[in-house]
């Protein structure tokens, strides 16, 4: 199945900054850029964010949840790796990765934290990512288990589309696209 283009959504140029360091557009957090230094907590983060899914998968195995930290820092050194994410009074609450290939890039690591999970945010990363592709880029690809059915349900709204499926253990990873 081929990808569908997909119109970049409208970025608004006005910002302002609220006291505790976030910027935010109306009221919708900004997302930055985050690097080695920030491994740590993005590592905390992911993790805490990919226990309900191992639950949902019968898989404490996942990759989210056995990356070291050593591991971490050096895929955010790599040059064809970005790492956004949104800070909240300091805290970082959501977080995504994107590794580049040519021209595509491939998403992962989607995380929000467990209790703010259901608010926006990860919709905001997933959107905010065409402001932070390559121009060669015409292409982002995921996956996702097949029991993620309110993240399949999200990459559905935003312009995925289903591409195949692969078995893994007990389940089959979703594997999805957009045109950008």
């Not at 302002?16 to 997302?31: F, K, T, Y």
């Not at 993005?42 to 990919?50: D, E, G, K, S, W």
């Not at 930290?69 to 050194?77: F, H, K, N, R």
């Not at 060669?136 to 993620?148: A, C, K, M, P």
Request: contains cysteine; neutral net charge; hydrophobic residues 35%.
């Amino acid at each position: 199945m081929v990808c569908r283009r997909r119109n970049k959504l409208p970025v608004s140029r006005n910002r302002r900054r609220r006291a505790e360091g976030v910027r935010v557009d109306n009221g919708v957090p900004d997302v930055v850029r985050l690097g080695p230094d920030d491994a740590g907590e993005i590592l905390t983060l992911q993790r805490a964010a990919y226990v309900s899914e191992a639950i949902l998968h019968d898989d404490l195995t996942l990759p989210p949840l056995v990356q070291t930290l050593d591991e971490l820092t050096a895929e955010l050194s790599d040059p064809d790796v970005t790492a956004l994410g949104i800070r909240r009074d300091g805290r970082l609450v959501a977080a995504v990765r994107l590794r580049t290939r040519g021209d595509t890039a491939e998403l992962g690591r989607l995380t929000v934290v467990p209790d703010l999970q259901g608010n926006g945010l990860g919709t905001r990363l997933l959107t905010a990512i065409d402001d932070h592709l390559p121009e060669e880029i015409d292409r982002v690809e995921l996956f996702t288990g097949e029991r993620s059915v309110a993240n399949i349900g999200l990459y559905r709204r935003l312009g995925y589309i289903e591409t195949r499926r692969e078995r893994i253990g007990d389940y089959h990873l979703v594997f999805m696209c957009r045109r950008v």
